[in-house]
């Protein structure tokens, strides 16, 4: 592995069809640093939970099997946080590399910064560009992880959904400027597939939930209205049927005592409808 002997791999194969399996026992047998594990096709999160529960490491990356990370970017953004141990999760630049090789810088950060949780928190809820809600571009302290999992119900927005859990056990979070992760567009990718119910559910869960660790922190409520709304307005954009996942919620709120949490609740709902008429209203 040469300069990057000071990364423990786990390579986690889900019950794939190919020669996967034999490729990555073949370099485990080489690098002492490498764990393979299978699966039966369980499903990404399925396996990102396998390696997280076995992991012994102080630091935390993932990387999807089609993207890779600039070489040089782990090792200089790790010295940084170890220099820095109140800081327990570090966010560093993004690139998408297209169908044609074409390359857009699509997370940038002009320099190293670092946020409070409560700073974090606001532009989380906000849908702050620089704090995208996916794994790659991110080193987190294995600390963060204890007693979590990465919801495997959802095959959708699952990153959204756990980051929002993760980011709630923060004490500061860096910004930092060095490397690059490079997400390379495919044809089966989550974020290319067609729109259903069953993916607008997904992603309207992971929202949801952001908003109910915002309450429980007591932390950013307008904030996360607003990253409510974005979520609504990005669904009735691409002319889905949301408004049936708002009402299924509706309905469930009927048989809950009001308590103050629920009142909160039915505020970012009527927001959220509130953004349907508008987004109507302007068409």
Known sequence: MGKGSFVHLYLTDDG???????IC???????????????????????????LAIAQEEYITFLDADDEIEPGTLQKNLE??????????????????HFDGSVTQKVAYTETAVLSKEDAWEKW????????????????????????KIPEHLRFAEDMYLLSDLLAQTNKICMSPYGNYRYYERENAATQT???ESKASNIGEAYFHRWEVAVQLQLSDAGTVNAWRLALAEVVAERKKFPDILAKELDALK???????????????RQALGSL???FKSR
């Open 25 to 51: 026992r073949r370099y485990a047998s080489k690098h002492s640093n490498i764990t393979v594990l299978s699966q039966s096709n369980a499903g990404p999160s399925a396996a990102r939970n396998s390696a």
């Open 194 to 196: 067609p729109w259903t």
């Open 16 to 22: 794939s069809t190919d020669d996967s399996l034999a």
């Open 255 to 269: 048989s809950m005592r009001p308590t103050w949490a629920q009142l909160l609740r039915k505020l970012v709902l």
């Open 277 to 279: 008429l508008l987004l």
């Open 125 to 148: 809820c906000c849908g702050d560009k620089n704090l995208p809600g996916y794994f790659g571009g991110k080193i987190y302290a294995r600390k963060l992880f204890e007693g979590l």
């Open 80 to 97: 940084w946080l170890q220099a820095h141990p109140d800081v327990d999760a570090l966010f560093y630049p993004i690139q998408s590399v």
